[in-house]
């Protein structure tokens, strides 16, 4: 499966969270105020799903199986995030994880007479899932939970893992929202300075 980073081709969604199942987790844009879904329905999962590169893909997804995606996807976040603030994740929350986990996934199959794989699965979607829950698995087990990090924009609050030398980083992205807070601070800082000169 390809991973991808964050780049203009790519829309709306955004790639730079560290993994699979941080990037999914992201598709839920600004969760303090006002959150922004991007999975607005079936054809905008397929198309995350397309653009991360988990096939086969069915020509259209059925809406339980979006549904389920979005209960996916909320359930990692919150385990996630419980484990950020130092809390214990839900119970309902990990054990969604684990059965989504256990669908076996898409394999690779070789075409006799050409040099061709074809990736064979009973259900694509389901094996798509799969894949991320066994990615948040991983995630959680494989990451020093240190690096495991929300971003302080209050308005923002992305889940993100933080791979920098020092472990100092406090934005989802410097460009984004780090800049964002620059601009404000420095715009505080003028009217501060305005402020005092008044006196």
């Not at 560290?18 to 303090?32: C, E, I, P, Q, Y």
């Not at 339980?64 to 209960?71: G, Q």
Request: aromatic share 6%; charged share 25%.
């Amino acid at each position: 499966m390809a991973q991808r980073n964050s780049h203009p081709k790519y829309g709306r969604f955004r790639f730079d969270a560290g993994s699979l199942s941080l990037n999914f987790v992201a598709t839920m844009r600004h969760r303090g105020s006002p959150p922004r879904e991007l999975l607005t329905g079936p054809e905008a999962f397929a198309e995350w799903l397309q653009i991360v590169g988990l096939t086969p893909l069915p020509p259209a997804i059925a809406y339980r199986d979006y549904e389920d995606a979005i209960l996916l996807r909320e359930a990692i976040h919150d385990t996630v995030r419980s484990l950020i603030m130092n809390k214990k994740p839900n119970a309902e929350d990990v054990d969604l994880i684990n059965r989504t986990a256990r669908f076996s996934i898409a394999i690779p199959q070789l075409h006799a007479g050409a040099a061709m794989i074809k990736w064979e699965t009973a259900n694509p979607v389901r094996a798509a899932l799969a894949v991320i829950a066994r990615d948040a698995i991983t995630l959680i087990a494989d990451t020093d939970r240190g690096r495991l990090k929300k971003c302080d924009s209050r308005s923002c609050q992305m889940l993100f893992v933080d791979s920098s030398p020092g472990n100092r980083r406090r934005w989802c992205a410097m460009s984004i929202c780090g800049n964002r807070q620059k601009v404000a601070m420095h715009r505080q800082n003028k009217i501060s300075d305005h402020g005092s000169t008044m006196h």
